[in-house]
């Protein structure tokens, strides 16, 4: 079955500095991945999708890349703030159902 | 409302017992998901339905799970004979299609003595 891997790991960065995520899925290609902050006590809530046909992706401070051979998507938070600080989630579609599903999340901490 | 609204927020049931969990999804989204999350995990694939049938319900645990959305808007999952095992969050989900972002709620979490 399909295994989608994230850091397990927290991270925890200085302010100012640039946060990388990972996010490594085994077997086929997605055609959707999806990237969502979730903090405690709370849903997820959506950042940004990138397609499979798709390098890059970015919005404000975010950015998105996605390699179909390396089977990997990173998320960067650059100029990182304390207020990023919470639990990144990755998410894939499938061609075939198209149901999404999570990896079990990397916790980030920002430190002033 | 403008999001997605799950009711209730806590429930606290005995061993043995039936829970329903309701979601309403937000107004003409055709994608609704069910997920389940554990502390420290992420959301568990349970049951994704593309208007009134379910699209993939392969993450139901077992066949003490069962969810409805009859007319295409509000889901309920229903779950038989509680076990203390099934103690998480319940999340619900909507989107306006598959492949756009969705929308969580709260959550209901469920807590089985």
């Known amino acids: 079955s399909q295994k989608i891997e994230q850091n397990s790991e927290a991270l925890n960065i200085q302010e100012g500095k640039t946060a990388t995520l990972t996010c490594n899925y085994t077997n086929y290609s997605p055609a959707y991945l999806q990237w969502y902050r979730q903090d405690p006590g709370r849903g997820p809530v959506f950042l940004l999708l990138i397609r499979e046909n798709e390098k890059e992706k970015r919005k404000e401070r975010l950015k998105v890349t996605f390699d179909t051979t390396l089977k990997q998507s990173l998320f960067h938070i650059t100029a990182s703030q304390p207020a990023d600080s919470a639990t990144y989630l990755c998410?894939?579609?499938?061609?075939?159902?198209?149901?999404?599903?999570f990896g079990q999340g990397t916790e980030l901490s920002v430190k002033p | 409302g403008a999001g997605v609204s799950q009711t209730p927020s806590n429930k606290v049931t005995e061993k043995g017992k039936y829970v329903e969990l309701r979601c309403d999804p937000i107004s003409g989204h055709t994608a609704l998901y069910w997920y389940r999350q554990s502390l420290g995990q992420g959301p568990e694939f349970l049951i994704y339905?593309?208007?009134?049938?379910?699209?993939?319900d392969s993450g139901l645990p077992n066949d003490r799970f069962f969810a409805v959305r009859p007319e295409g808007s509000v889901s309920t999952l229903k779950i038989q004979r509680t076990e203390r095992g099934d103690s998480a969050v319940y999340l619900c989900?909507?989107?306006?299609?598959?492949?756009?972002?969705?929308?969580f709620g709260q959550g209901t979490r469920l807590t089985v003595v």
């Open positions: 989900a909507s989107s306006l299609n598959r492949d756009t972002e969705a929308f």
């Open positions: 339905f593309q208007g009134t049938g379910a699209a993939d």
């Open positions: 998410a894939l579609i499938y061609n075939q159902g198209g149901k999404l599903i």
